[in-house]
C-alpha cells in the first residue's frame, strides 16, 4: 500500500521560506515522477511541480520557477519542496504525488497516489 505523507506546512511571513517533505512508504521515489500540487481556497489544484525518476530532470510552474525547488533523498525515500521568497498568493494546500514506478506522468491526472496535503500560509 501506498503512503505519501507530507510535513513542514505553516504560517510564514511573504519573502520567508519553509521547506516541504513527502516521505513516501510501498513506492520507491527514486523510480517514480514525484509532483507537487497546490489548491488555494476557491480554486482549483494546480501544478506546481515534478522530477522525474529516470534522470532527476526538474520542471516547474511559471508562479513558481527560480523561487521553488524540488530535490529528492533516496535514502530516506522523500521528496521536499524548499520554497523561497514566499508570496501571499503561494498560500494553498500543498500536496505530494507519485507515479507508478517506471512510468511518465505529465499532467495532474497521470498522477496514481496522494498525500492528504500540508497548509501553507504567506501572510503579507
Known amino acids: 500500500q501506498v503512503q505519501l505523507v507530507e510535513s513542514g506546512g505553516g504560517l510564514v511571513q511573504a519573502g520567508g521560506s519553509l521547506r516541504l517533505s513527502c516521505a513516501a512508504s510501498g513506492l520507491t521515489v527514486s523510480r517514480s515522477v514525484m509532483g507537487w500540487f497546490r489548491q488555494a481556497p476557491g480554486k482549483e489544484r494546480e501544478f506546481v511541480g515534478r522530477i522525474t525518476w529516470s534522470s532527476s530532470i526538474t520542471s516547474y510552474s511559471d508562479s513558481v520557477k527560480g523561487r521553488f525547488t524540488i530535490s529528492r533523498d533516496n535514502a530516506l525515500n522523500t521528496v521536499y519542496l524548499q520554497m523561497n521568497s514566499l508570496k501571499p498568493e503561494d498560500t494553498a494546500v500543498y500536496y505530494c504525488?507519485?507515479?507508478?514506478?517506471?512510468?511518465?506522468?505529465?499532467?495532474?491526472?497521470?498522477?496514481?497516489?496522494w498525500g492528504q496535503g500540508t497548509q501553507v500560509t504567506v501572510s503579507s
Open positions: 504525488a507519485a507515479r507508478r514506478p517506471f512510468n511518465s506522468a505529465q499532467v495532474e491526472t497521470d498522477f496514481d497516489y
